[in-house]
């Protein structure tokens, strides 16, 4: 009731529509079927320019909602099954149950630990629900906030970047002075033909850079590779947000070894690689270097949320409740 349709979906004429012909009035959506809708839009496209392998991502994305599914049938074992293998897909040495609930819970180095929280908290509404209240509802709001944070939302942000074409969007980006001194690619899939215009880019535009936003961008190793001499030679950097891409372990060692130039990166504090195919924890040298670079700071965090509440805007935008308690974020964990 009242929800506007989109372009595109409208009938293609005024007088009413034949019964049962796309006009079948449906039960309103899930907010988790809602994100977890646009993850498979999204995934479908970014598939396409990647050999037809989906990211990362999309893979976790859809064994959170066959988990959530699991648990509404009560099949407890299948459902942790689906929680181990969740683990291992994102990187977790470990598939204990022990070692996550306690041993991974006193990490200072995890590269992601709101989606670390997020899965402890899942483990112990598998393995020992609570009989009052409703456990159900709880489990279905940490899925929630687990399919948010591990999706492409920084590029729902961008107002129609689902309808319009990649090289539109970067091209868009590549002009003029960055906006707000960030250069936010987030959400376009790249090239390597593409990294040569980026390349040129960060380097022209060096002086006015403190934030570059790669999410969700399909970079590999090999990508991040042929980048890396442009960013680490921004001087005002601060921000490099990596996460939701497809770098490896490997990636690591490059880094590190770039990071212990004190000339390189030399105003970076936080470089997000979380949700990427198997980094889970960063190693010791990494955030020392790191460190050096901004003593003043307390904790180190190894991840930021920008953004959370966006969501609501677009759940908004699609007629879905705007209830501020059912907002994915709401009780999102603190950053350690």
Known sequence: MGTKQTKGCQPGSAGESPPGHHRKKAAPRERGDFLASLVVKSGEKFGKGAGGSL????????????????????????????????????????????????????????????????????????????????????????????TYHLSPHSQWRRQGIMKRKPQSCLKAVLMGKPQDNTVDLSGIPLTLKDLERVTSYLEHSSEHIDTVELCFTELTDEMLLQLLPALCGLPRLTTLALNGNRLTKAILRDLTETLKDPKKFPSVTWIDLGNNVDIFSLPQPFLVSLKRRCPKQGNLPTILEFGEGQVSDLEGQEGLGDSQEESPNCCLPPVP
Do not use: W
């Open 55 to 146: 990211p990362p991502y999309h893979r976790r994305i859809c064994m959170i909602q066959d988990m959530l599914l699991l648990v509404k049938q009560g099949k407890q074992e299948e459902a942790t099954e689906l929680l181990k293998n969740l683990r291992q897909d994102l990187g977790m040495e470990s598939t204990s149950l022990d070692d996550v609930l306690y041993r991974y819970a006193s990490f200072r180095n995890l590269v992601d630990p709101i989606t670390h929280d997020l899965i402890i908290s899942l483990a112990r509404y598998i393995h020992c629900p609570k009989p009052e209240g409703d456990s159900l509802g709880a489990m279905e709001k940490l899925c929630r906030q687990l």
